[in-house]
T-cell receptor
Framework: KNQVEQSPQSLIILEGKNCTLQCNYTVSPFSNLRWYKQDTGRGPVSLTI?????NTKSNGRYTATLDADTKQSSLHITASQLSDSASYIC????????????FGDGTTLTVKP | EAQVTQNPRYLITVTGKKLTVTCSQNMNHEYMSWYRQDPGLGLRQIYY???????DKGDVPEGYKVSRKEKRNFPLILESPSPNQTSLYFC?????????????FGPGTRLTVT
């Protein structure tokens, strides 16, 4: 069964600090991996999309890495801001089923002043 | 402005009273999908549509129906809502298959069934 596991479940950091969120998946055959940011009560917003051949992708202060061999991804947030407080969701798609994606349960990040 | 809209945003209803949540996108996307989100469970896919008149079940389709008569619209129908369908619902769209492009999510519909 295709699965996506994220860690930690929740994280509290001080404003200005860096942090790294983890995503491990068993989805196969792999097509792409996406990271979304979801503010409380709002729809997720895409941060990065990575395919098999990409191992790093940045979007401002967000940098995602992908190791397709170990089936692991990480999302690194640099110089955190209060507005980074949100849930971060890892989503993985398999190339054999075009319509379905497997979602992780998310990591809830709280940035404190 | 490119967007996915959902209506209503909030709905309180009673068990068994049929309801429809509408979803519309203005980006000419082929792919559309419905998700529900419950505390501690993350987003779970209900139904998706690869194009007009093409729909398929996601992971939790029981108790829901969908239709895709037009490219821009993808309504979610609850024929006989039950309390376990109380949830936050999101509609999303993307160009072609979900894995070929970024998914754009709507603002969500918070449904309470009493």
């Amino acid at each position: 069964k295709n699965q996506v596991e994220q860690s930690p479940q929740s994280l509290i950091i001080l404003e200005g600090k860096n942090c790294t969120l983890q995503c491990n998946y068993t989805v196969s055959p792999f097509s792409n991996l996406r990271w979304y940011k979801q503010d409380t009560g709002r729809g997720p917003v895409s941060l990065t999309i990575m395919t098999f051949s990409e191992n790093t992708k940045s979007n401002g202060r967000y940098t995602a890495t992908l190791d397709a061999d170990t089936k692991q991804s990480s999302l690194h947030i640099t110089a955190s801001q209060l507005s980074d407080s949100a849930s971060y969701i890892c989503v993985v798609s398999a190339s054999t089923n075009a319509g379905k994606s497997t979602f992780g349960d998310g990591t809830t990040l709280t940035v404190k002043p | 402005e490119a967007q996915v809209t959902q209506n209503p945003r909030y709905l309180i209803t009673v068990t068994g009273k049929k309801l429809t949540v509408t979803c519309s996108q203005n980006m000419n996307h082929e792919y559309m999908s419905w998700y529900r989100q419950d505390p501690g469970l993350g987003l779970r896919q209900i139904y998706y549509s690869m194009n007009v008149e093409v729909t398929d079940k996601g992971d939790v389709p029981e108790g829901y129906k969908v239709s895709r008569k037009e490219k821009r619209n993808f309504p979610l129908i609850l024929e006989s809502p039950s309390p376990n369908q109380t949830s936050l619902y999101f509609c999303a769209s993307s160009p072609r298959e979900s894995w070929r492009g970024e998914q754009y999510f709507g603002p969500g519909t918070r449904l309470t069934v009493t």
